[in-house]
């Protein structure tokens, strides 16, 4: 009678032990499915703000490629870009700065946001998934002239959660015209 208890017990125990470690899985993928789900929404945000552009290849390339800023757009000579540069160079997190939407802008600079910051909870890349800083987000604009891809804008948005040994990936392809 005794033995048959202490086996009854010992298999009630495993179970609630799977039932623990499958807990631990779900939390694990619910995890990465908000991270993988707000790296899809950055980027058709990225894409969203590249329609409502002025969408030549250049103008693109000039102000959404990886690394983009509103003082590289003002050196590729689009003259909206200047008033933003003035206010980006002053301080990053103001209005006038993230009014002039750029790579720069969208994937957030390295540094946490001012305490003057008038939008704490700003969406940027590197301000909503871990591990950005160390995994950049990328954007390609095809500039070729003359061909089939010409104006094709490739995002890509990395990030690594705290347990992960490999960086996450999302990429989203568009072809603007």
């Known amino acids: 009678m005794?033995?048959?208890a202490l086996i009854a017990i010992l298999i009630f125990s495993l179970g609630i032990l799977a039932i623990v470690a499958l807990q631990a899985v779900s939390i694990k993928l619910t995890e990465d499915a908000k991270?993988?789900?707000d790296a899809a929404l950055l980027a058709e945000e990225l894409l969203g703000q590249i329609w409502t552009s002025d969408r030549t290849p250049a103008t693109m390339n000039a102000v959404f490629a990886t690394g983009a800023s509103a003082c590289t757009a003002q050196a590729a000579g689009i003259a909206a870009a200047a008033a933003a540069c003035a206010a980006c160079t002053a301080d990053p997190y103001s209005n006038a700065c993230q009014s002039y939407p750029t790579y720069t802008t969208w994937s957030g600079y390295p540094s946490p946001p001012a305490a003057s910051?008038?939008?704490?909870d700003r969406r940027t890349v590197s301000h909503t998934l871990l591990g950005t800083i160390t995994n950049p987000?990328?954007?390609?604009?095809?500039?070729?002239a003359g061909t089939a891809t010409t104006g094709t804008v490739t995002v890509t948005v990395r990030w690594q959660g705290p347990n992960d040994g490999l960086p996450h990936s999302h990429v989203v392809t568009a072809q603007i015209r």
């Open 117 to 120: 910051d008038p939008v704490a």
């Open 2 to 4: 005794l033995l048959e």
């Open 35 to 37: 991270y993988r789900s």
């Open 137 to 144: 987000p990328t954007v390609v604009v095809d500039t070729s």
